[in-house]
């Protein structure tokens, strides 16, 4: 029941972020006979600003702690300026709207199914980056590369050059 509770937090947050930061490029881009979507596509347009922005900062500014708050308060700063200028609050949901949010709640129960019946919130399968990446990371942390590696051999390296891990790709 935990993991139920834990991801379903998870997804008021997340879509919650998604529609703050959806906001602004919703009321900016959907116009006229747009603007009856407004409310369906405003998470998903809040999604591809912050996959933009967050891309677009964590590479050439800020790690991705800094950079989070940053888009909040981007994002805040331009929900504040539009509904100042237009003096309206300005999407309204509509009849289409529950099923919209219908379908978005079924998709993300079936996409983490497989989570609530592991009883995680982790990833279902192999973890490439625990069992092999983390201690490959431990490993290099310890003797540094620049020579010959004066540690002991690693035996990850016969598991990280295997099939398993690089897809036959050698």
Known sequence: MTTIIELALYFMAALAVCCWVGYAPTRALLQGPLAAYR??????????????????????????VVATPVILGLATAANVTLVL????AGI???RGDAAVFG??????????APLVHAGST????????????????EYLKQY????????????????????AVRGGSG
């Open 39 to 64: 409310v369906a596509l405003s998470p998903v347009l809040g999604l591809a600003t912050i996959i933009i922005l967050s891309s677009w900062l964590n590479s050439t500014f800020l790690p991705m």
């Open 85 to 88: 200028r237009t003096r309206t």
């Open 92 to 94: 309204v949901p509509g």
């Open 103 to 112: 379908l978005l709640v079924v998709s993300y129960a079936l996409g983490v």
């Open 122 to 137: 982790a990833f279902v399968g192999q973890q490439w980056d625990l069992e092999i990446y983390l201690p490959l990371t």
């Open 144 to 163: 540094a590369v620049g020579a010959m590696v004066p540690g002991p051999p690693n035996p990850l390296l016969v598991e990280i050059n295997g099939p």
